[in-house]
């Protein structure tokens, strides 16, 4: 059994006074993908987004609970957060790719943090093109616009950029929803390769893709953590009538 | 009536409409050309004004409009950008950015010669720099600041949240996602936004005739130590601009060629206004191609 990377007890989250998560306890161990699954409205985005302290911006935001990375308080007041999400990366549905070239986008947190050495820059940008599986189809054009890409592409670069800083995390919120099918899969097989290296927790709407990816499937429902267990379990044997409801397609 | 004569009735109205305001421009920027153009030459665009004599050109105000340019976007640019960031990447909403808004708004709809009078009382009077190019540069600023952190702040506007969501979710601070990766990116917008207000400071006439002044002493453009009276650089000289040029001459010109002068100077500064607007759609385009693929 390996290391739990990441905890949250008793997490509770209000937008202005309206409760959208309502104590939730889950944890996560060093490595593999996490699926997060339920309606939406449910609260996963909300979930994800505490646990990179990406909910800071938006006003009028209480958190109630403790998160702990490796031991370390996300919440406490002397967090720094820039250095936690250096740590607990994030990729979003829409790809957002900056508007530089691919080689820029790649490199850009390590340049910002200093790093000027042109061989050192080259390999990681290599090094992380590869492991997100977009290196074969941009090498020729890393000077090029990431703008110009396709929206599969983009996202893997925005992928790319993410583990350029060398995260121990990464959270995905439903980074296919806005791409193809062909784009997914090649997405998907992404995570695959990457499940040996990195902590992945990836929210999604589409089963068939948790069933695909994740070893372990966690359901929300109404802001509440309804069911955990390994995606195998959760789909064939859900413990919770709930869960099986959902996974019929019941509702949601 | 059915709704497919309708909807060509609107059409032909609207067409209608944008044609008579199309119209009406070329007709002024034609009359302003046609008359003006014959005036342009070499000597006209250098040589300084004659008072009662024929045969005077615009040089000197042509400088001066230039210099009070450069000192107002000089001053009025950090200070814009400055307020445009805060206001957009960090103010939260509340009753001092309410404020604030409310005071840019106000100030954004003052009339130019309210501007220029206050200049005079503050900076002319009050403070003691006399007619001068400081005391215009600074009325200059009053009259554009507003207008430049407004244009700025929506430059900004224009970039997705989703960019900012992606520096900070890399790790970066609030300062580095807005200075490199928000400012980039918005740069070329900045710039268009820049280059049009410039146009418009350009033309201001009505905010310098009682602070940058209405004369314009021959200058020694072999001179260029600020500190001397006659250098074109010093900021402590009155200067009289192209625009205000125009207004004099048209109030009170006694040379015999002042209506030749005045069509040639209302040439130049079209063909000025024109430029600017030209080169910021051409640049701000290139600038969005060269930042997004270098
Ligand atoms: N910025 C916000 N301000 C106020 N309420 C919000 C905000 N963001 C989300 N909510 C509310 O919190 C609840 C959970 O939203 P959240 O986005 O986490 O759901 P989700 O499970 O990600 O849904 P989806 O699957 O549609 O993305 C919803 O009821 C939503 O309306
Ligand atoms: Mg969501």
């Known amino acids: 059994m390996s290391e739990e990377i990441l905890t949250t007890q008793d997490l509770h989250l209000y937008y202005g006074d309206k409760e959208?998560?309502?104590?939730i306890n889950l944890d996560f161990t060093e490595k593999g993908i996490t699926a997060l699954i339920?309606?939406?409205?449910?609260g996963k985005s909300t979930y994800l987004r505490t646990l990179n302290r990406m909910n800071d911006l938006i006003p009028n935001v209480t958190i109630?609970?403790?998160?702990?990375?490796?031991?370390?308080?996300?919440y406490s007041p002397n967090a720094d957060t820039v250095q936690i999400r250096k740590e607990i990366g994030m990729v979003f549905q829409q790809p957002n790719p900056f508007p530089f070239s691919i080689y820029d986008n790649v490199i850009y947190g390590l340049r910002i943090a200093g790093e000027k050495d042109k061989e050192k820059l080259d390999a990681v940008v290599e090094k992380s093109l590869r492991q997100a599986a977009v290196w074969d189809e941009v090498k020729d054009h890393l000077h090029e616009s990431a703008l110009a890409l396709s929206g599969g592409q983009q996202q893997r670069v925005c992928i790319a950029r993410v583990l350029a800083v060398s995260p121990e995390i990464i959270l995905l919120d439903e980074p296919t929803s806005a791409l193809d099918p062909v784009s997914s899969s090649q997405i998907e097989a992404t995570l695959l390769n990457l499940r040996h290296d990195y902590t992945i927790i990836i929210v999604t709407h589409n089963l068939q893709q948790a069933s695909r990816i994740a070893d372990r499937t966690a359901f929300f429902m109404n802001g509440e953590l309804v069911e955990v267990d390994q995606t195998k379990n959760i789909f064939m044997n859900p413990a919770k009538k709930q869960t099986e409801d959902y996974i019929s397609g019941r509702f949601g | 009536m059915n709704s497919k004569t309708q909807n060509k009735i609107a059409i032909g109205a609207l067409y209608g409409i944008a044609g008579f305001v199309v119209l009406i421009l070329l007709a002024l920027?034609?009359?302003?050309?046609?008359?003006?153009?014959?005036?342009?030459?070499?000597?006209?665009?250098?040589?300084?004004?004659?008072?009662?004599?024929?045969?005077?050109?615009?040089?000197?105000?042509l400088f001066?409009?230039?210099?009070?340019?450069?000192?107002?976007?000089?001053?009025?640019?950090?200070?814009?950008?400055?307020?445009?960031?805060?206001?957009?990447?960090?103010?939260?909403?509340?009753?001092?950015?309410?404020?604030?808004?409310?005071?840019?708004?106000?100030?954004?709809?003052?009339?130019?010669?309210?501007?220029?009078?206050?200049?005079?009382?503050?900076?002319v009077v009050k403070l003691r720099l006399g007619f001068s190019i400081l005391s215009g540069a600074f009325a200059l600023t009053f009259f554009n600041l507003p207008l430049l952190t407004r244009s700025i702040e929506d430059s900004l506007r224009t970039i997705s949240e989703t960019q900012r969501?992606?520096?900070?979710?890399?790790?970066?601070?609030?300062?580095?996602?807005?200075?490199?990766?928000?400012?980039?990116?918005?740069?070329?917008?900045?710039?268009?936004?820049?280059?049009?207000?410039?146009?418009r400071v350009f033309g201001e006439a009505a905010a310098l005739i009682y602070t940058a002044g209405q004369s314009a002493p021959a200058l020694n453009f072999m001179d260029w130590n600020p500190f001397n009276i006659s250098s074109p650089l010093n900021p402590m000289r009155p200067a009289e601009t192209l625009a205000v040029h125009i207004w004099k001459i048209n109030s009170e010109g006694i040379m015999p060629d002042a209506k030749a002068i005045s069509s040639g100077s209302s040439a130049v500064l079209v063909l000025a206004i024109l430029i600017f607007n030209f080169a910021a759609r051409y640049l701000g385009k290139r600038l969005y191609k060269r930042l997004t693929s270098a």
């Open chain 2, 29 to 61: 920027l034609g009359y302003i050309l046609v008359s003006g153009m014959p005036q342009l030459s070499w000597h006209f665009l250098t040589a300084p004004a004659k008072a009662f004599l024929k045969g005077g050109g615009v040089g000197v105000q």
């Open chain 1, 64 to 74: 109630t609970g403790t998160i702990k990375f490796k031991d370390q308080d996300l």
């Open chain 1, 20 to 23: 959208a998560l309502k104590g």
């Open chain 1, 38 to 42: 339920g309606p939406s409205g449910c």
């Open chain 2, 64 to 123: 001066n409009s230039f210099y009070l340019l450069f000192l107002a976007m000089l001053i009025s640019f950090p200070i814009a950008l400055g307020a445009a960031i805060y206001l957009y990447e960090y103010a939260k909403d509340n009753w001092l950015t309410t404020t604030i808004r409310t005071a840019i708004e106000i100030l954004s709809s003052l009339p130019s010669v309210v501007v220029g009078l206050f200049g005079f009382l503050f900076f």
């Open chain 2, 165 to 199: 969501e992606g520096g900070l979710a890399l790790g970066l601070s609030r300062w580095e996602t807005v200075t490199k990766v928000i400012l980039p990116a918005a740069v070329p917008s900045i710039l268009t936004g820049v280059i049009l207000s410039a146009g």
